[in-house]
C-alpha cells in the first residue's frame, strides 16, 4: 500500500469553529489532492497541489483553504466550520504523469467531519 | 464545466456481466481511471486506460473507450458478491494533473 496516512480519522467539531485535517505522504509524490464525498455527488475536488507552496482551486474551494510547505504534508484548512462542510474527506497522491505508468492516485482511508 | 457522469445504481444476478458507464468532458484527457470503493474504505484502482489505446482487458475486467463521444465503460465479466461496491470513472485533465471524479455507481450483485 502507498504511505499515505490521514489525521484525524473522525473529528466533531461545532459550527465556527477553525478544524485542520492532516494529509501525510511517504511517497515523494508531487500531486496531492484533497476530496469531499457526499451521496449523490461522489468525489469533488476541493484543492489540489503541484508541488511545495503550488496549489490550486478544485470546484468546491470556497470555506476551504490549503497549504503544503513539504513534499510530504498536505494541509485542509476550515477557517469556520459550517454544518455544510459535514462529509467524508479524502486525500490523495499522484506521481507525473508517464508514459504507461506512475499515474494512479492512492488514497487515504478518509476523515469523516461531522459539524454541529 | 467539470462533470463526468455515471448512473448511480446497477443490480446485477451473481455470474453475469456488469457494464458501468460513464461519459467525460475533456476529450484531450490523457488518462482515465476506473477506481472501486468498498464499504468505509478508501479507493482502489481497478485498472486505467491510455487515451490512445480503445479497449484495454485485465482478467475479469475490460475497459472500453470511445473517444469521439467522450464514453468509457467498464465491464466486469462474471459478476460476485465480493464485486458489490462503488465504483468511480476519473479523468486526469492534462493540462492541469487535476483528476475529476464522477459521482460513483452502486452494484449490488444478488444471487
Known amino acids: ?116 | 464545466g467539470e462533470d463526468v457522469e455515471q448512473s448511480l445504481f446497477l443490480s446485477v444476478r451473481e455470474g453475469d456481466s456488469s457494464v458501468i458507464n460513464c461519459t467525460y468532458t475533456d476529450s484531450s484527457s490523457t488518462y482515465l481511471y476506473w477506481y472501486k470503493q468498498e464499504p468505509g474504505a478508501g479507493l482502489q484502482l481497478l485498472t486505467y486506460i491510455f487515451s490512445n489505446m480503445d479497449m484495454k482487458q485485465d482478467q475479469r475486467l475490460t475497459v472500453l473507450l470511445n473517444k469521439k463521444d467522450k464514453h468509457l465503460s467498464l465491464r466486469i465479466a462474471d459478476t460476485q458478491t465480493g464485486d458489490s461496491a462503488i465504483y468511480f470513472c476519473a479523468e486526469r485533465e492534462p493540462n492541469t494533473d487535476k483528476l475529476i471524479f464522477g459521482t460513483g455507481t452502486r452494484l449490488q450483485v444478488f444471487p
Open chain 1, 1 to 116: 500500500d502507498a504511505g499515505i496516512t490521514q489525521s484525524p480519522r473522525h473529528k466533531v467539531t461545532e459550527t465556527g469553529t477553525p478544524v485542520t485535517l492532516r494529509c501525510h505522504q511517504t511517497e515523494n509524490h508531487r500531486y496531492m489532492y484533497w476530496y469531499r464525498q457526499d451521496p449523490g455527488h461522489g468525489l469533488r475536488l476541493i484543492h489540489y497541489s503541484y508541488g511545495v507552496k503550488d496549489t490550486d482551486k478544485g470546484e468546491v474551494s470556497d470555506g476551504y483553504s490549503v497549504s503544503r510547505s513539504k513534499t510530504e504534508d498536505f494541509l485542509l484548512t476550515l477557517e469556520s466550520a459550517t454544518s455544510s462542510q459535514t462529509s467524508v474527506y479524502f486525500c490523495a497522491i499522484s506521481g507525473d504523469r508517464g508514459m504507461d505508468g506512475d499515474t494512479e492516485a492512492f488514497f487515504g482511508q478518509g476523515t469523516r467531519l461531522t459539524v454541529v
